[in-house]
Every structure is written in structure tokens, then in C-alpha cells.
Nanobody, 121 residues
Framework: HVQLVESGGGSVQTGGSLRLSCVFS????????MGWFRRAPGKEREKVAA???????FYADSVKGRFTISRDSAKNTLYLQMNSLKPEDTAMYYC????????????????WGQGTQVTVS
């Protein structure tokens, strides 16, 4: 079992930056992907970014060039650096881990955090 705890959300102005953190613990051997998803009020869950066990990164077109996903294995932490934030980035952001057949397949991630709120105005 894997536990995920997000932090780092908050309120920022348009153009600002935030760094989200996801501390993970438990048995992570065999996890193929760790990623970030988000859900805005009244909208469906949306992919944001992911990182696979080989270190390759994947991004949604809407965040490409603005967001960066990274992992510090020594600290058991996954990060999402978010720059040039826009109001449309406002959402609850969730960290996820698992072995999906593709990084986009949110329904195939086994483990999810509780989320951290990001508000851009």
C-alpha cells in the first residue's frame, strides 16, 4: 500500500508561481507512474503531468512549458512546479501513483492523495 500526502497549494495572482509537493510512503516498488491530476468545480478530472519509473515526463498541452514535474527519491517527494499560472489553472490538485497502461488513464492509478487547492485570480 502507498500513502500520498499533498501540500503547497494556495492562492496566487495570475502570472504567479506555486510548487506542489506530494510525499509518498509505503511499498512503492513496481509503481510505474506518479502524476498530478486536477479537478475544477463542475468539471471532470483532468490530467496535468506524470513521470514514469524511467524518469520520462509527460504533460498535458494546457500546462506544457509552464509546469514541471520532478521527483526527489531521497525525500520520497514528487513535485509540481507551476509557473505563469492562469485563472483556468484553479482546481483541486491530486497526486496519484500506480501502474496504468498509459499515463493518461486516471482510472488505472491505484493510489491517490487527498488533494491540495490551487486558486488563481
Amino acid at each position: 500500500h502507498v500513502q500520498l500526502v499533498e501540500s503547497g497549494g494556495g492562492s496566487v495572482q495570475t502570472g504567479g508561481s506555486l510548487r506542489l509537493s506530494c510525499v509518498f510512503s509505503g511499498y512503492t516498488n513496481g509503481i510505474r507512474f506518479m502524476g498530478w491530476f486536477r479537478r475544477a468545480p463542475g468539471k471532470e478530472r483532468e490530467k496535468v503531468a506524470a513521470l514514469n519509473s524511467a524518469g520520462s515526463t509527460f504533460y498535458a498541452d494546457s500546462v506544457k512549458g509552464r509546469f514541471t514535474i520532478s521527483r526527489d527519491s531521497a525525500k520520497n517527494t514528487l513535485y509540481l512546479q507551476m509557473n505563469s499560472l492562469k485563472p483556468e489553472d484553479t482546481a483541486m490538485y491530486y497526486c496519484a501513483a500506480g501502474t496504468p497502461s498509459h499515463w493518461l488513464r486516471a482510472d488505472e492509478y491505484h493510489y491517490w492523495g487527498q488533494g491540495t487547492q490551487v486558486t488563481v485570480s
